[in-house]
């Protein structure tokens, strides 16, 4: 039963519906309502408009603003030869090990890797002992998701699901949350193994997009798997992957003996893209 009014809305409110309504919204290109918009979400959320590669008059419409790319040299790299990189700006909601199988939610909640790959439990079994990271990307954040380490693509997997909001609150509320939405679970093979990075949408997120293929199918019925032929997409770390248009998370995953988080990150801890995060074995 849902603890809070905030939860019980939650599972009562048409998600998709909501998202699509929100998405048309946001991809206006009447400059009244996107520059109405984005100054106004500018002002709500303290953006940084210093870091942002074009003026706000420049923008298409809000979400062209919302997956903004920064100004060169706004981020600096960590060294991807001895270090993971933070895929995004963001904070660290949990991160740790993977033990049978699950990774931690919150306080009396975990989901299983299988599940957040789309049921992929020969991919799953690879993680096993490995090592997770959640980030989590607050509304000011800028959106674009790269690379934590270099990788050769292997597979893309679309999968539907719910769109709860995705925040602390529905953390420690919702059983399974980052398992139970909507997503795009991207494997990849790399000097560190194989790994994972995958983006998990919420409420009101009009879309998830990547460097490879555009947007992903949204807010479909149908898990939908890509695979790719070996060397076909290549990313170096620190490339961009993708974009959430108005979203979300990122939940990274290594193979066991291959990274080791930094001691000074915890949940709660904020990072920026392409710092490091951990420690390569």
Not at 5 to 18: E, K, R, S, V
Not at 27 to 56: H, N, Q, W
Request: hydrophobic residues 45%; proline residues 5%; charged residues 20%.
């Amino acid at each position: 039963m849902a603890s809070s009014p905030f939860i019980w809305l939650q599972h009562a409110l048409p998600h998709h519906a909501l998202s699509r309504g929100v998405g048309k919204l946001a991809s206006s290109t009447v400059p009244m309502v996107k520059d109405t918009l984005i100054r106004r979400f500018i002002a709500a959320y303290d953006v940084d408009m210093g870091e942002a590669a074009l003026p706000v008059s420049d923008y298409a419409s809000f979400n062209d603003f919302f997956t903004r790319a920064l100004k060169p040299g706004a981020r600096a790299l960590g060294d991807a030869a001895t270090q993971i990189l933070s895929p995004a700006d963001g904070a660290i909601s949990q991160i740790g090990q993977i033990s049978a199988g699950r990774v931690f939610q919150a306080k009396g909640h975990d989901f299983s890797v299988a599940e957040l790959l789309g049921g992929d439990a020969k991919a799953a079994a690879q993680f096993e002992g490995g090592a997770f990271a959640t980030i989590y990307l607050s509304p000011r954040d800028y959106h674009r998701v790269h690379m934590p380490a270099a990788g050769e693509l292997n597979s893309a997997t679309y999968v539907p699901g719910d769109l709860f909001s995705v925040n602390q609150v529905t953390a420690e509320n919702v059983t399974g949350l980052f398992a139970r939405n909507e997503r795009l679970a991207c494997l990849f093979s790399g000097e560190v193994g194989q790994f994972a990075s995958v983006m998990v949408g919420a409420m009101i997120v009009a879309g998830i997009e990547t460097v490879w293929s555009g947007p992903a199918e949204p807010h479909g019925r149908k898990l939908v798997r890509s695979e790719f032929a070996g060397g076909e997409r290549q990313l170096a770390a620190g490339d961009e992957m993708g974009r959430f248009v108005l979203g979300s998370t990122v939940v990274l995953l290594f193979e066991p003996g291959v990274v080791e988080w930094l001691p000074s990150l915890s949940p709660g801890s904020t990072v920026r893209m392409g710092e490091p995060i951990g420690r390569r074995l």
